[in-house]
T-cell receptor, first 115, second 107 residues
Framework: GAVVSQHPSRVICKSGTSVKIECRSL??????MFWYRQFPKQSLMLMAT?????????EQGVEKDKFLINHASLTLSTLTVTSAHPEDSSFYIC???????????FGQGTRLTVV | EDKVVQSPLSLVVHEGDTVTLNCSYE??????LLWYKQEKKAPTFLFML????IEKKSGRLSSILDKKELFSILNITATQTGDSAVYLC???????FGTGTRLQVFP
């Protein structure tokens, strides 16, 4: 399958700071990227969908000013958690889909801990 | 509101058993149903089902979609401890995931 690289894999930050998570498709062009949040022993919760060059579409209940998503190129999308708080601590994972495919490939995820 | 529900939530079996995992949905206008396996971190892709009634097979795993009754099943025969994982189904285009089924296979 195609390769999606997510970075960093783990980050610890202080409350009030911002954290940027990158998601790159390494061997294909990702027209659509999905960002998920996953709590322990729970399923993936879709936060937002982004198409290259367009504004992201956020799911209900997800604050767009808190979770800034940029999808400026066909191989890179970023999620910035602004003014992070301990309740933002979670596992964040991205997924990328190419032009023709309907399956999506996942990054390895980022475990964010806000202290 | 689009909804994807998986059952059971959790399943514990012994090696060699056969399991059937269910994914039912209330989603209008989707292209495909996808199955993923999540062990520690990133889900890995298993199957993509687009047409109703056509079984997809990969080794001991198989899956089928019923668009009339709005569900899909994932079968695993002769389970092994390496099959222990969370199995997730999702619907495109929006890639909404179900609740997942946690499968534990003991020797």
């Amino acid at each position: 399958g195609a390769v999606v690289s997510q970075h960093p894999s783990r980050v610890i930050c202080k409350s009030g700071t911002s954290v940027k998570i990158e998601c790159r498709s390494l061997d294909f062009q990702a027209t659509t990227m999905f960002w998920y949040r996953q709590f322990p022993k729970q399923s993936l919760m879709l936060m937002a969908t982004s198409n290259e060059g367009s504004k992201a579409t956020y799911e209900q209940g997800v604050e767009k000013d808190k979770f800034l998503i940029n999808h400026a190129s066909l191989t890179l999308s970023t999620l910035t958690v602004t003014s992070a708080h301990p309740e933002d601590s979670s596992f964040y994972i991205c997924s990328a889909r190419g032009f023709l495919g309907t399956e999506a490939f996942f990054g390895q995820g980022t475990r964010l801990t806000v202290v | 509101e689009d909804k994807v529900v998986q059952s059971p939530l959790s399943l514990v079996v012994h090696e060699g058993d056969t399991v059937t995992l269910n994914c039912s949905y209330e989603v209008t206008n989707f292209r495909s149903l996808l199955w993923y396996k999540q062990e520690k971190k990133a889900p890995t892709f298993l199957f993509m089902l687009t047409s109703s009634g056509i079984e997809k097979k990969s080794g001991r795993l198989s899956s089928i979609l019923d668009k009339k009754e709005l569900f899909s099943i994932l079968n695993i025969t002769a389970t092994q401890t390496g099959d222990s994982a969370v199995y997730l189904c999702a619907l495109t285009d929006k890639l909404i995931f179900g609740t997942g089924t946690r499968l534990q296979v003991f020797p």
